[in-house]
């Protein structure tokens, strides 16, 4: 999995990124997975949610464990 630059969680909102860059709800979590990493890089408004780290972390340990096969 490729590294992820983040922003600096300092509460400041990327507005314009937000107005462009919409979750829809209930969406399914490998878009918001998809949606988090963007908006890491590009927004400091909040973290990541837990289970959103938790499904990344998933994600980075089953594509190591295809790697070695």
Same mark, same amino acid.
């Given at each position: ?27 399914? $979590? /490998?878009e +918001? ?5 963007q908006? #890491? ?10 289970d959103v780290?938790?499904? $990344? /972390?998933? +994600? ?6 295809? #790697?070695?096969?």
């Open positions: 999995m490729a590294a992820i630059t983040v922003a600096r969680f300092n509460g400041d909102m990327n507005s314009d990124w937000h107005s462009e860059h919409r979750l829809t709800p209930h969406a399914p $979590m /490998a +918001r997975v998809r949606w988090h990493i908006h #890491a890089e590009k927004c400091a408004c909040r973290p990541i949610p837990r780290q938790d499904a $990344m /972390a998933q +994600r980075g340990s089953e594509e190591t464990a295809g #790697a070695r096969s």
